[in-house]
Each structure stands twice: as C-alpha cells, then as structure tokens.
Nanobody
C-alpha cells in the first residue's frame, strides 16, 4: 500500500497563505497523477485541482488565481500553495494519487489517499 501524508495545515486569518505538502513514504509520488480534494463539515468531498504525470496543472475556477499546484520531483512531493485564503476555504484537505484514465475530478480514479490536514480560515 502506498501511504500518503499531508502536512502544512493550520489556522490562518482571511487573506493569509498556507502551503500544503503531500508526500509518499515510498518516494514514488513522481510516478502518479496527484490531486487535492477538500471536505467541509457535513459536505461531500470536493475536487480542488491536480498535477498530471507530465506536470500539467489544473485548479477549479473558484480558486484560480489563488491556489497553485506544483510538483517537486527532486523530493517526490506535491504542494498546494494557497494565497488570499477565505473562510469558505475551511476544510480538511486531502491529497490523492492514481494513474487510472478518466476525468481527473473523479474520486474513484485515485487509489491512494492521505489522512487529511485541517485548514481553518477565521478571524
């Protein structure tokens, strides 16, 4: 089993920034498409963005211009930089990895998931 670990969450004021990281203890993350999802209390998990195996990146419209996904191949990690955070961004953020073909927004295309890291945006 591939074990993914997210880090970098925390409490931040509106307008602040955080950088989340996703790492695989087996150091194989470079071989996967990696996505970020988030889940607010009482809501379904929501796709946020992804980086392909060829390092193309995509984020949903609501975070375009604020969130950036990047891959650090030297370290086998993927990062989600979040700027200008809003209270609506409050959620548990998960990274997920997989190589199945299909719409990148589908949860079932990702075989491996981390435990999640809490992001809270509040004054």
């Amino acid at each position: 089993q591939v074990q993914l670990i997210e880090s970098g969450g925390g409490l931040v004021q509106p307008g602040g920034s955080l950088r989340l990281s996703c790492a695989d203890s087996g150091r194989t993350l470079n071989t996967y498409r990696v996505a970020w999802f988030r889940q607010a209390p009482g809501q379904e998990r929501e796709f946020v963005g992804a980086v392909s195996r060829g390092d193309d990146t995509y984020v949903i419209d609501s975070v375009t211009g604020r969130f950036t996904i990047s891959r650090d191949r030297a370290d086998n990690t993927v990062h989600l930089r979040m700027d200008n955070l809003e209270p609506g961004d409050t959620a548990i953020y998960f990274c997920a990895a997989g190589n199945s073909l299909g719409a990148i927004t589908r949860e079932d295309l990702y075989e491996f998931w981390g435990q999640g890291t809490q992001v809270t945006v509040s004054s």
